[in-house]
């Protein structure tokens, strides 16, 4: 079941508040940004940079997502491995807040997320 909107709008808060902490310098944005999206239930972050070869495009590679439970009142916590599938967070799989959610992501003990 997808967000509420009152919901919705607290992730986008949020989550919105964490990427422009994370977000590189403005002269740099070109080519390197980061960003988010919701879709349903889950949010996910992603970095924006041209394309190696065609650099007039834009491509986006994800850094972690998170999906709400809602009937368990949890975030499922994921990061995506070389194959480009998305692997549970072993060391913490789940959290009670989308606010722990993103402590795991700023941290990186593991080099999962940023690398």
Same mark, same amino acid.
């Given at each position: 079941m997808a967000l509420s909107e009152f919901e919705k709008k607290k992730c986008?808060?949020?989550v919105g508040e964490f990427v422009e902490k994370r977000r590189p310098p403005p002269h740099i944005r070109?080519?390197?940004d980061l960003?988010?999206?919701?879709?349903?239930q889950s949010i996910e972050i992603f +970095?924006?940079?041209p394309m190696w070869r065609q650099p007039d495009k834009r491509i986006e590679e994800a850094v972690a997502k998170t999906t709400h439970v809602k009937?368990?009142?949890?975030?499922?916590?994921?990061w995506q491995r070389a194959d480009l599938k998305w692997q549970r967070y072993d060391?913490?799989? +789940?959290v009670a807040s989308l606010e722990e959610f993103l402590d795991i992501v700023d941290k990186?003990?593991?080099?999962?997320?940023?690398?």
């Open positions: 986008e808060k949020i070109k080519d390197l960003g988010f999206r919701i879709k349903g +970095e924006i940079r009937t368990q009142r949890l975030w499922k916590v994921y060391p913490a799989p +789940e990186d003990e593991y080099a999962c997320f940023f690398g």
